[in-house]
Nanobody
Framework: QVQLVESGGGLVQAGGSLRLSCAAS????????MGWFRQAPGKEREFVGY????????YYRDSVKGRFTISRDNAKNTVYLQMDSLKPEDTAVYYC????????????????WGQGTQVTVSS
């Protein structure tokens, strides 16, 4: 089991930037595929992006491509989500997740989840 704690959320104006961090402990983080998901009020949780254990493979949903960047530092047991050019529609609770299987856009492929961090983008 991997314990995950997200941080770095906050309130920013449209066009601004935030960097989210996800610190892991208690498991084999370096062997995990990591995903970022988000859930806006009244909506279902949706996939944002993933990164393989090596950091070589990355993938993002279309609406964030070119604006969001995922990275990881296995020595620090941490994965990051750099968010630039933020839009009001990016407002959501952001969750990181760890999976022992291959990278995936599906929630069911992830085994452990963080508590989430709120990101609010104002117009």
């Amino acid at each position: 089991q991997v314990q995950l704690v997200e941080s770095g959320g906050g309130l920013v104006q449209a066009g601004g930037s935030l960097r989210l961090s996800c610190a892991a402990s208690g498991g084999t983080f370096s062997a995990s595929a990591m995903g970022w998901f988000r859930q806006a009020p009244g909506k279902e949780r949706e996939f944002v992006g993933y990164i393989s254990w090596s950091g070589i493979r990355k993938y993002y949903r279309d609406s964030v491509k070119g604006r969001f960047t995922i990275s990881r530092d296995n020595a620090k047991n941490t994965v990051y989500l750099q968010m630039d050019s933020l839009k009001p529609e990016d407002t959501a609770v952001y969750y990181c997740a760890a999976g022992r299987r291959d990278v995936s856009t599906a929630e069911a492929m992830y085994d452990d989840w963080g508590q989430g961090t709120q990101v609010t983008v104002s117009s």
